[in-house]
């Protein structure tokens, strides 16, 4: 990961965005561009391309060639756009990263139209491997493993709105759903990586893995900042009665007075802002935010054990970790 930088690697991804949108001429692919930010003066001044420039940089770090994958990290940031433009629509959520969200503007119809469309051209996207030396095996198996991810991630996010009708899950259940909602496709970022760098299926089996416990992290990070960061009205993950994993780990613990504290938030009709505060009172009490930040530490740790073992070059597991773990990336 020394010879390139994910800055780099993001503006690479970002022309190649705004040139694939560009070369279609419908007024969706301007929705599309927007959603990404390609309008703006800073090229992907909005959009973070975590998945792309992961791809990228795991393929640098393997020992594989980056130039020549740019289609690969294309698809996989398509396919997060229409994730993330679903979510959007699903929670209600106005804006996204510190602008109008897509639905916002074009109304929740075309937003899932331009959703929907970006899933297709995430397809098409990695089909353009056969053209930059990759094998049609390698290209078919790229396809392969980009939608296993996506059904992953559309599973992890069914789960999700099921557990807001239930205030007691396990935690198994949580990490389910965290592992597949917020960690598949970096799963699939990972082992596309590997496999066009030449890497067994083994290897891309735990890579896969590797994603599962990189997207659980995060989404327990998001959960502790849910509860414990600002109270300026946007905690939608929260207001929108999702479980969150300080909450799932401190309903294990809970005395029957302490469930029935926190049943009186959650079974409410519309949740305010107020009922925060006894909800993170019980979680502190029972320990939650501990039991969260171990789990990350845990789940972190697994998978320094995986990228140390598979990265060409001593250090560049830990670099990727790095990146992988931000939580603004």
Excluded at 50 to 64: E, R, V
Excluded at 169 to 195: F, H
Aim: contains cysteine.
């Amino acid at each position: 990961m020394n010879k390139v930088t994910s800055e780099i690697l993001k503006r690479r991804i970002a022309a190649t965005l705004k040139d694939l949108f560009s070369s279609r001429n419908l007024p969706l692919y301007d929705m599309m561009s927007y959603h990404f930010g390609l309008h703006e003066d800073s090229v992907a001044k909005h959009a973070s391309l975590l998945h792309g420039s992961t791809l990228l940089l795991s393929i640098d770090a393997f020992g594989g060639k980056v130039e020549n994958s740019l289609p690969a990290s294309v698809a996989v940031e398509l396919v997060n756009g229409f994730c993330e433009i679903h979510d959007d629509v699903e929670s209600g959520r106005p804006q996204r990263s510190e602008r109008d969200a897509l639905w916002w503007i074009w109304g929740p119809a075309q937003a899932i139209n331009a959703g929907d469309g970006m899933h297709a051209l995430a397809r098409v996207s990695v089909l353009q491997l056969a053209e930059n030396g990759f094998s049609t095996d390698v290209t078919y198996d790229a396809i392969s493993l980009l939608d296993r991810a996506s059904l992953l991630a559309c599973e992890g996010r069914f789960r999700d709105l099921e557990m807001q009708e239930r205030v007691e899950i396990s935690v198994d259940s949580y990490t389910r759903m965290a592992s597949d909602r917020s960690g598949a496709l970096i799963g699939a970022s990972l082992s596309i990586a590997a496999l066009l760098s030449g890497l067994e299926e083994l290897d891309q089996e735990k890579l896969i893995q590797c994603g599962k416990w990189i997207g659980e992290s995060r989404q327990i990070r998001s959960d502790i900042e849910e509860l414990w960061g600002s109270e300026s009205g946007q905690n939608l993950e929260f207001l929108n009665k999702k479980k969150l994993f300080p909450v799932v780990a401190a309903m294990r613990k809970a005395s029957p007075n302490e469930k029935r504290r926190l049943g009186e938030v959650y079974f409410k009709r519309v949740l305010e802002i107020e009922d925060l505060k006894p909800v993170r009172d019980v979680v502190e009490g029972l320990g939650g935010r501990e039991e969260s930040e171990e789990r990350i530490k845990h789940c972190e740790e697994n998978c320094r054990s995986v990228l140390d073992e598979i990265c060409s070059e001593a250090g560049e597991g830990d670099r990727l970790l790095d990146f992988l773990t931000d939580i603004t990336g």
